[in-house]
């Protein structure tokens, strides 16, 4: 058994989508990245990675590479986990942490857990997702980005 750990930031602007863990949500802003900038499903492949030793998404997709440019990262995370497949791990679980000052993400965590799962192929049992703000301090609690933790386990598999 491995363990993984994944933190990412981005920042929230004017006129992009805000996309978390693969579901688009209703704000007035949204997250500024070469990809999608989704910062949870960033999180989840860093942490996924990490347990397998294989690096991080920088090292996975270059953000100087235009193939990447406005990425969906829940097609990246089912590369990463293809990636995992192949080098003889199954995922174990995840669980992870966005924090967000606004908006209230509590409605859309079933369908991200879902995303999540699908892309790794697991059961949507072992994604779970959380939110909690910074009670309006730092970066995140003045709303100009949401970081995301998450760490996983990974299972060696008997091949
Ligand atoms: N963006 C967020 C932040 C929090 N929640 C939910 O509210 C609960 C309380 O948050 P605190 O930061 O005040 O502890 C938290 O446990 C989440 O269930 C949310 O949905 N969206
Ligand atoms: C997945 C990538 C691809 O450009 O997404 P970005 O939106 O650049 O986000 P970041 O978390 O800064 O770096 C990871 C990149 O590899």
Do not use: W
Request: with cysteine.
């Amino acid at each position: 058994m491995r363990i993984g750990h994944g933190y990412d930031v981005h920042r929230l602007v004017p006129g992009r989508k805000l996309v978390l863990g693969g579901v688009t949500v209703p704000h007035e802003t949204g997250l500024l990245g070469h990809s999608d900038a989704d910062v949870l499903t960033h999180a989840v492949m860093d942490a996924l990675l990490g347990a397998a030793a294989l690096g991080d998404i920088g090292g996975m997709f270059p953000d100087t590479d235009p193939a990447y440019e406005g990425a969906d990262s829940i097609a990246l995370l089912e590369a990463v986990a293809a990636r995992l497949a192949e080098s003889g791990y199954a995922v174990g679980n995840i669980d992870c942490t966005v924090i967000a000052q606004r908006p209230k993400l509590k409605e859309f965590i079933p369908q991200m857990r879902a995303n999540l799962a699908a892309a790794c192929g697991i059961a949507e049992g072992a994604v779970n997702v959380k939110a909690t703000t910074e009670e309006r301090l730092g970066f995140t609690g003045r709303e100009e980005g949401i970081a995301a933790h998450a760490v996983c386990l990974l299972l060696e598999k008997i091949l």
